[in-house]
């Protein structure tokens, strides 16, 4: 597996991570976790050394999974997870708004270490930008926990070009995450920009759209309710019927490759600059393995050009949140 630097941290993973939410949260009940394990170790065996987790994804039984998951790998994996939501009292999934004041910070950090089984948390982002929090407190209180020794890196995610000054001119963020894909490419207008400037990573997250650029979800497969994407807009049936075409762009350039859709929406990615480390998530072991595959596939400039010629010609439809949710990102 190569290896990739996020910005000027030194901060050096795999060329590729992994997205453990739908481990536990968001897409259908939590899967088994003798399995996940499983897919974990599989991953490290395979040279990933980059995962990705979240407080709010369970709450808690995801960092919970990765504590024990990853803990025979203790030094030689990144693990990254986030702050920034004041979650349910009773422990039951979803949130209850924002909460970036450094108290609350500080009480997250100590419950993840204690839940990742870590002595510092290799990048701690924050998950959402909190508007009653003045960003320059929230990147002072992670300066803080990095002078403690308790964190190594700050991240931020789904945060705006401005806001990421601004917090970087207090503590230097070592990645900001945001999701981007062939089918979400909002980030290449300004936060992709003031990240080369700054020398900060990148990290996308859905960066195979949520599964649908994988070319396994057409109009007429059945989203369960218990499945987030059922709430989403880009996957109503009208929605991924429109969509199709972006797939079949995928499946087109794959074919010539002797690939998969998937792994050709991942090469696009780790072609756009060589400090995007992109996090797609998996709970299968044989879509691991095809992920992984995406590493070795090589788009041309002209393979590039022929991708960009032919996807702007194609006008996603549906947006991407419900408004509620959308209005929580900065971009």
Request: glycine content about 8%.
């Amino acid at each position: 597996m190569q290896k990739r630097t996020l910005g000027k941290s030194n901060l050096e993973v795999s060329a590729l991570g992994l997205g453990c939410m739908g481990m536990s949260f968001s897409y259908g009940p939590p899967k088994d976790k003798q399995e996940m394990i499983k897919v974990l170790h599989a991953a490290v065996d395979r040279g990933i050394t980059f995962f990705d987790t979240a407080e709010v994804y369970g709450p808690y039984i995801n960092e919970e999974l990765l504590g024990e998951g990853l803990a025979p790998y203790k030094g030689k994996v990144v693990i990254a997870t986030k702050f920034g939501f004041n979650l349910n009292p009773d422990g039951s999934p979803g949130w209850q708004g924002l909460n970036s004041s450094p108290a609350r910070i500080k009480a997250v950090a100590d419950a993840s270490l204690k839940r990742l089984k870590i002595d510092a948390i290799d990048l701690f982002y924050q998950h959402r930008v909190d508007p009653e929090v003045p960003i320059e407190e929230t990147a002072g209180a992670v300066k803080e926990l990095i002078q403690a020794g308790k964190v190594k890196h700050f991240g931020m995610s789904e945060a705006g070009a401005k806001t990421i000054r601004r917090a970087h001119a207090v503590q230097p963020v070592a990645a900001v995450q945001s999701e981007y894909s062939l089918w979400w490419r909002r980030p290449e207008e300004e936060v992709i920009p003031t990240l080369e400037e700054l020398g900060i990573g990148f990290v996308p997250y859905s960066p195979l759209g949520k599964g649908f650029l994988t070319g396994k979800i057409d109009e007429n497969t059945t989203i369960e309710k218990n499945d987030f994407r059922s709430t989403l807009p880009r996957f109503s049936p009208e929605a991924r019927k429109a969509n199709q075409a972006l797939v079949d762009l995928l499946g087109e350039i794959a074919r010539q490759k002797k690939a998969t859709p998937g792994q050709i929406a991942l090469a696009w990615l780790l072609a756009q600059k060589s400090w995007i480390v992109p996090i797609p998530g998996t709970t299968k072991l044989h879509r691991l393995e095809e992920n992984i595959g995406a590493v070795e596939v090589m788009l041309s400039s002209e393979d590039l050009k022929q991708i960009e010629s032919a996807a702007s010609q194609i006008k996603v439809e549906g947006a991407r949140y419900p408004e509620h949710i959308e209005k929580m990102t900065g971009l």
